[in-house]
């Protein structure tokens, strides 16, 4: 009779997994990397990996729903202190002027970068993708909301055209940064983005 397995065991092998397959990712690639060598990075077997995830795009899948969920965990928990959309919005503009620009950071936005093209080609992942990108819009969009009813923010703003635009230059400065791996540069940008995107959106 084979031993049970917890659910803490399980939990931890899939996480282990999942690291050796950022790490695969961050190294070779999204699409150069193969199963094989998450094996060999995780020295988990290829049926021990299949037993957790069906293919290396479910993989990937998890770890971005990871990462993105880390996100709004951080950010909600924040702004359950905050008690105004511009406080909401300096948090924001916070979280990602101090995010590091380390060779690991600047790999996982490449493979980032690199599936997100992947999926473009594909209707089955272009329709999670868009999930989660609206994920991104309906967050900005309801602190815009909030701030235009408490009088914050101007009422002629368009709340989802406002979002689309901050998260096209999010991702533009993120992406320009992470292949000249400029930390000093890249702050300075953010710093010079915020100046310019509150002084658009507030009264």
């Known amino acids: 009779m084979m031993p049970k397995v917890s659910a803490q065991y399980k939990e931890e092998k899939r996480n282990h997994i999942l690291e050796s397959a950022l790490k695969c990712f961050g190294e070779k690639g999204y699409q150069a ?5 998450i094996v060999k990075d995780s020295n988990i077997s290829k049926g021990a990996i299949y ?9 990937y899948l998890q ?15 924040v702004n359950a202190h905050l008690t105004s959309a511009k406080q909401k ?8 002027k101090k995010q590091e620009l380390k060779e690991d950071d600047q790999q996982t936005m490449r ?20 999930e989660r990108y ?18 914050e923010i101007k ?16 991702d533009g400065n ?18 010079t983005i915020e100046e310019m995107f509150l002084n658009y959106v507030q009264q």
């Open 111 to 130: 493979v980032y970068i690199e599936f997100w093209l992947f999926g473009s080609r594909q209707e089955d992942l272009r329709k999670i993708l868009a």
């Open 134 to 151: 609206n994920r991104f819009i309906d967050y900005i969009v309801n602190i815009i909301v909030e701030g235009q009813q408490s009088g």
């Open 33 to 37: 990397t193969i199963i094989d060598d």
């Open 174 to 191: 993120v992406l320009h940064y992470s292949f000249l791996g400029e930390e000093e540069q890249y702050r300075i940008a953010w710093d």
């Open 89 to 96: 919005l300096a948090n924001l503009f916070k979280r990602f």
């Open 51 to 59: 037993n957790y995830f069906e293919s290396k795009e479910e993989i």
């Open 155 to 170: 009422k002629e703003i368009d709340p989802q055209n406002i979002s689309r635009i901050f998260w096209a230059i999010r």
């Open 63 to 77: 770890l971005l729903k990871k990462r993105t969920n880390t996100f709004f965990e951080e950010m909600d928990e």
